[in-house]
């Protein structure tokens, strides 16, 4: 059965740090690149950043630059979203979904029609 599943969400403080995961199972993740993205409450999906699968290369949106991570360790099948200096407004449902099997880099701004499988998502509440 091929399944995203993301992981690792959960109640963080303001400043503090998480670390999201998002395996596979049923397919190999290395031939795709891979978006991660974010849902508030009453607000729409947005990127929050993707990896490309040919050089790792990352691209981020400007509201997480410098504070948010993507990596990836084929060996595990598992791409990551570190996220550091936390603040309130990051709460939300985070996803992360493929792009494209053997496309060289990911699409930034992302391209929603381009991503073929989803994850159910991981909550995220930064909250004191």
């Known amino acids: 059965q091929v399944q995203l599943v993301e992981s690792g969400g959960g109640l963080v403080q303001p400043g503090g740090s998480l670390r999201l995961s998002c395996a596979a199972s049923?397919?190999?993740?290395?031939?795709?690149?891979i978006g991660w993205f974010r849902q508030a409450p009453g607000k729409e999906r947005e990127g929050v950043g993707c990896?490309?699968?040919?050089?790792?290369?990352?691209y981020y949106a400007d509201s997480v630059k410098g504070r948010f991570t993507i990596s990836r360790d084929n060996g595990k099948n598992t791409v990551y979203l570190q996220m550091n200096s936390l603040k309130p407004e990051d709460t939300a449902v985070y996803y992360c979904?493929?792009?494209?099997?053997?496309?060289?880099?990911?699409?930034?701004?992302?391209?929603?029609?381009?991503?073929?499988?989803w994850g159910k998502g991981t909550l995220v509440t930064v909250s004191s």
């Open positions: 979904a493929t792009e494209g099997a053997y496309g060289s880099s990911c699409s930034w701004p992302p391209n929603y029609y381009a991503m073929d499988y």
């Open positions: 049923g397919f190999t993740l290395d031939i795709y690149s």
């Open positions: 990896i490309s699968r040919s050089d790792g290369s990352t």
